[in-house]
């Protein structure tokens, strides 16, 4: 969607802080020995309290409020009686929607002891996210998005997975305009106008370049299969740069 009004955006604001939100109690909820369907539990009870739905089963009937994808599942896991375990690194993908309004963040979480591999990893998933967002702005090129990102990927020698992309988001969970590539893509042309709304989300990997099925309709595993984060927020494209929208607060 575009904004188009100061109610347009306290409402995206609105429902941006409850996504992170419950981003945020559900990254704190984390502890070994709780199944992902009791992690689900507690993000499902934070966006209720706030009049919130959870966008995945409302869009698309996905079983579970939020996404929740452990080691080498990489998206759209499935919440279930899979338990987390110490060493374990966890991605949580919370979207919902509140009075017409949508939203979308996510990020991996390490359950110590932690390598320092794989803090390096989290660290730096979050930097290519923030890589990425210092190139929004209204007139600026999307290719800058996925080139900048590309740039910082290679430089510390990681990879990035080729086939989920970002996407604009607003009125819908997902919308025009689609397949915002987070890896250098010669063939994007598309400039960002101002009041877009999309989200940045990179998916950065020790080693792999695709995301692929597994055995239920949801769950994307890494291949090769590699250690990966996903780091994502919500932004509006200004004048004045990126503005992001899903922060607790």
């Known amino acids: 969607m575009t904004v188009s009004s100061e109610d347009d955006l306290a409402a995206l604001k609105r429902i941006g802080r409850i996504v992170a939100n419950t981003l945020e109690a559900m990254g704190k909820a984390i502890e070994p020995g709780m199944t992902t369907r009791e992690l689900d539990c507690v993000g499902r009870a934070s966006l209720e309290a706030a ?16 996404c929740i994808s452990v080691n080498e599942e990489i998206a759209h896991g499935i919440p279930g009686d899979r338990a987390i375990r110490p060493g374990d690194l966890v991605n949580i993908d919370v979207s919902a929607e509140k009075d017409g309004y949508f939203s979308d963040t996510g990020a991996s979480f390490a359950v110590p002891p932690v390598t320092r591999a794989v803090e390096r ?13 210092r190139q929004v702005g209204t007139g600026r090129p999307f ?38 590539a987070t890896w250098p893509d010669a063939s994007e042309r ?26 239920d309709p949801w769950t994307l595993y890494a291949r090769p299969r ?12 200004t004048r004045n740069g990126p503005l992001v929208l899903s922060m607790p607060g």
């Not at 660290?123 to 996210?129: F, I, L, N, S, V």
């Open 51 to 66: 009049g919130a739905r959870p966008a995945p089963e409302m869009a698309y009937a996905f079983p579970g409020a939020t």
């Open 121 to 133: 990893l989290c660290k730096d998933g979050r930097r290519a996210m923030w890589t990425g967002l």
């Open 190 to 215: 598309r400039i960002m106008r101002e009041g877009l709304v999309f989200t940045i989300e990179p998916f950065l990997s020790l080693g792999a370049t695709f995301a692929e099925d597994g055995d």
């Open 226 to 237: 590699a250690l990966t984060v996903q780091y994502e927020h919500t932004v509006v494209a």
């Open 143 to 180: 290719a800058e998005i996925g080139r900048a990102i590309g740039a910082f990927a290679g430089k510390n020698g990681y990879t990035l997975v080729r086939n989920l992309a970002s996407h604009g988001v607003g009125l819908s969970l997902h919308e025009e305009p689609t397949e915002i």
